[in-house]
């Protein structure tokens, strides 16, 4: 039997379309069937919402964080975002170190962010593999993957010629960092041609975890995602990704609006971010929340980041409320939590937007979420409800733990 959800009466922001007044959201097991107004016909037994006097978006994608593999409050001990031990660790995998239990999953909750892409640090010149997840629902982390095949983490500036300088290793120079990323691509484009003439022959092939998702980033199934704050570093990932032709995306991207047009021209987006940071380091002595503004007025595509736990990631529209101060379009800033993130790593056809089709993750927010004073009422992810209120008169929503979902009284009983 279908399970129908209906949340009726809110002003509803599909992001990708026109706002819509005393809209309403038609969900059936799991999946948007349906987003109009009043007219939108309602099926026969649905559970009924009611968000009236309140607005009704798509769940935030949080593009690039460390959520669970960075554990907040942990120290060391909860701290799995670098393997500081191989600068090609194209073969680590996020995944491998994610708890879902981290108290950070709760905070996405409390700041609407329903998805968000976890990646490997920039302690490597190439960091490993990420992975797309929802930010709350299963008994293991492996429930919640909304994508595996996402992208490959990058690295350049500081960061790697830091650890390894410091090491007295290669790279311990940009030129170094630069030549291992040259090095590592080489060596996968040979591995592919061994691997493609051995399957010719029915010949056996052995396997390299390395070359093998550098390959696909060859091939175009996994995106480049590269760390780089200052505009060289910038230019440096441009030539790279062009020598070798993969899919580029410019994290962070803090000095991007010193080369918005190349940026534009080539079609290249920006996750930019995190802006609620000191200048802690030098490649951050030209960051400022304005460049993002200068960024997608050039018509680059931008997301935002909190690089969780960087910024907290319940700060995720804090930051966008202060870049629509700062000159960001607050339709702009809507699309950079929501249909560009998803766009940019290829999630969108899942999730970033209130259409028929994607996933039934949705936010009902007290009014505009780019109002500092709104407050989350209730968030749905997979049309399952995991902020509930208790009651209308309820100020404090209460986020449905894991138990729950299998019948059980607690984790004990």
């Known amino acids: 039997m279908t399970d129908f959800l209906a949340i009726t009466g809110g002003y509803v922001v599909p992001v990708s379309g026109e706002p819509i007044e005393d809209g309403v959201v038609v969900v059936a097991d799991g999946v948007i069937s349906a987003v109009g107004g009043s007219d939108t016909t309602i099926p026969d037994g649905a559970r009924v919402v009611d968000a009236t006097g309140s607005w009704v978006l798509p769940g935030f994608v949080e593009a690039h964080g460390h959520l669970g593999v960075h554990e907040d409050g942990e120290g060391w001990s909860g701290n799995d975002t670098n393997?500081?031990?191989?600068?090609?660790?194209?073969?680590?995998r996020a995944l491998d170190g994610i708890d879902?239990?981290?108290?950070?999953?709760r905070d996405a909750l409390k700041g609407g962010v329903t998805?968000?892409?976890?990646?490997?640090?920039s302690g490597n010149p190439i960091g490993g593999r990420t992975v797309a997840l929802k930010t709350w629902g299963g008994r293991t982390v492996d429930e919640q993957v909304l994508a595996f095949d996402v992208s490959v983490k990058s690295a350049l500036g500081e960061n790697p010629k830091r650890v390894y300088g410091d090491k007295k290793q290669t790279p311990s120079t940009r030129l170094g960092v630069a030549a291992v990323l040259r090095e590592a691509f080489v060596d996968a484009r040979n591995?592919?041609?061994?691997?493609?003439?051995?399957?010719?022959?029915?010949?056996?092939?052995?396997?390299?975890?390395?070359?093998?998702t550098l390959a696909a980033v060859l091939d175009g199934e996994l995106v480049w995602d590269q760390h780089c704050h200052r505009h060289d570093d910038i230019a440096t990932a441009i030539r790279i990704a062009e020598e070798f032709g993969y899919t580029l995306v410019v994290n962070h991207g803090t000095e991007g609006h010193k080369i918005a047009d190349v940026l534009a021209e080539k079609h290249i987006p920006v996750i930019f971010g995190p802006m609620l940071t000191s200048r802690s380091k030098v490649e951050l002595r030209d960051r400022a929340i304005g460049n993002l503004a200068l960024l997608a007025a050039a018509g680059v595509k931008v997301a935002i980041t909190t690089d969780h736990p960087v910024v907290p990631i319940d700060q995720l529209r804090l930051q966008a409320i202060l870049a629509v101060r700062e000159g960001l379009p607050a339709r702009t800033a809507l699309e950079a939590l929501t249909v560009n993130p998803a766009s940019i790593l290829r999630l969108d056809a899942r999730v970033g937007a209130l259409e028929a089709g994607r996933d039934a993750d949705i936010v009902i927010w007290s009014g505009d979420p780019l109002a500092i004073e709104s407050d989350v009422e209730q968030v749905f992810i997979n049309g399952r409800p995991v902020v509930v209120r208790t009651s209308a008169q309820d100020a404090t929503p209460r986020i449905v733990d894991r138990w729950e979902r299998f019948g059980r009284t607690s984790w004990k009983g």
């Open 83 to 92: 393997e500081m031990t191989d600068p090609n660790g194209a073969r680590f």
């Open 100 to 105: 879902i239990e981290e108290v950070g999953f």
């Open 115 to 121: 998805t968000a892409v976890i990646k490997p640090g």
């Open 191 to 212: 591995y592919a041609t061994k691997r493609a003439a051995a399957a010719a022959k029915g010949e056996p092939f052995d396997r390299d975890l390395t070359d093998e």
